[in-house]
């Protein structure tokens, strides 16, 4: 794919490593490529990061054809930068596009532009520990048509935000999470295996809701029975119940996450018991109850590993373990972010060295 390049003058220094937070700060540069019918996809380029011009009648702005990915690069201990499994991510985003009738790039042209992005702003890739560029891919409908039905027009395009902890604490910090018992994310049918924008929105009245109950995010459950676990916040959802690791079976309701992906094949590597079945509120008490329920953690590209230390039924607290990180979720954190940095080898083949 040629890739036009256009850089701009530098608008000042990158932010101290320490400075970082999540999705605040952006990267001087971005990468966009268009889509018609007529023409395919054409126009590949990088070029200062600035507003894009679109017709108020465009499908996005109506009928929320819109999606995302999120990956990252991350600088190593040699000064290498490297992405972490961009082949999944870019995968995904074409599994999902037919789900909203939207015309994905091949995951070639995908990669491509990752590539070049990254390469163009190098230098806001991060070192310090803990820290990443994160990459924000995104395809919206952009066809001024207010007939219903899919857009003729598509926009590809990276954002690059420099990023640290996802929940601004230092290292493995525990979240509270309130279980929703009544609103849904996404129900069975609908969008849940895709990162389509509409599942965000769902999601957030009942993560402000939670948020002023003193939580930090969100357990959701099945839209069917409202019994059974699907995810956690913005991620996928991992238990240890009697030594085992226990997720929630991928459906059409559940993201195909990379980071679960990554720690299946790691408590798989580990020897250890790994269930992939439908897991039960019900489940889930009896075994806190039995001194079964050790751990609970979500996964996820943004935060890697997040520990979960209570659970909150209603009036019911389920405090996991003692409330702080346990060994499992530490262990996977800590292998996923050291192969990541370039401290332990890359025994899967997940990292991408770009510059």
Not at 87 to 100: C, E, K, S
Not at 184 to 192: E, I, N, S, W
Not at 229 to 246: D, W
Not at 277 to 296: D, N
Request: net charge neutral.
């Amino acid at each position: 794919m040629d890739i036009r390049i256009t850089t701009g003058a530098r608008r000042g220094e990158r932010p101290a490593d320490e400075a970082l937070g999540f999705g605040a700060l952006f990267s001087e540069h971005l990468f966009a490529m268009d889509y018609s019918v007529e023409a395919g996809w054409h126009d590949a380029r990088v070029e200062p990061r600035g507003d894009f011009r679109l017709d108020p009648a465009a499908a996005v702005f109506h009928y929320g054809q819109a999606m995302f990915e999120g990956c990252k690069a991350f600088r190593g201990v040699d000064g290498r930068v490297r992405l972490f499994r961009p082949d999944l991510h870019a995968r995904r985003m074409v599994a999902g596009a037919p789900r909203l009738c939207m015309q994905a790039p091949s995951e070639a042209q995908m990669l491509s532009a990752l590539r070049a992005l990254v390469q163009v702003d190098v230098d806001w890739v991060p070192g310090a520990e803990g820290t990443s560029l994160y990459l924000r891919p995104t395809l919206i409908a952009t066809e001024p048509f207010l007939g219903v039905r899919p857009s003729r027009q598509y926009r590809y395009f990276i954002i690059a935000s420099p990023a640290g902890s996802y929940f601004g604490g230092a290292g493995l910090t525990p979240v509270r999470i309130w279980v929703e018992r009544r609103d849904v994310r996404a129900p069975r049918g609908g969008l849940g295996a895709t990162k389509a924008a509409a599942n965000y929105v769902a999601s957030l009245a009942s993560s402000v809701k939670a948020q002023r109950e003193g939580y930090d995010q969100v357990l959701w459950l099945d839209g069917q029975h409202h019994e059974y676990v699907e995810e956690v916040g913005t991620m996928n959802v991992c238990f240890v119940i009697g030594g085992a690791l226990v997720t929630p079976s991928l459906s059409d309701s559940i993201l195909a996450g990379v980071t679960r992906d990554s720690v299946l094949t790691l408590a798989r590597e580990r020897g250890l018991k790994v269930e992939e079945r439908p897991v039960s509120l019900s489940e889930l008490v009896s075994a806190h109850r039995g001194g079964h329920l050790t751990e609970v953690f979500g996964t996820g590209t943004a935060a890697v590993i997040t520990p979960v230390g209570e659970l909150a039924l209603g009036e019911e607290r389920l405090v996991i373990g003692d409330g702080a990180p346990g060994p499992l979720a530490r262990a996977f954190s800590e292998d996923i972010c050291a192969m990541q940095r370039g401290l332990k080898p890359d025994r899967f083949g997940w990292l991408v060295e770009v510059a």
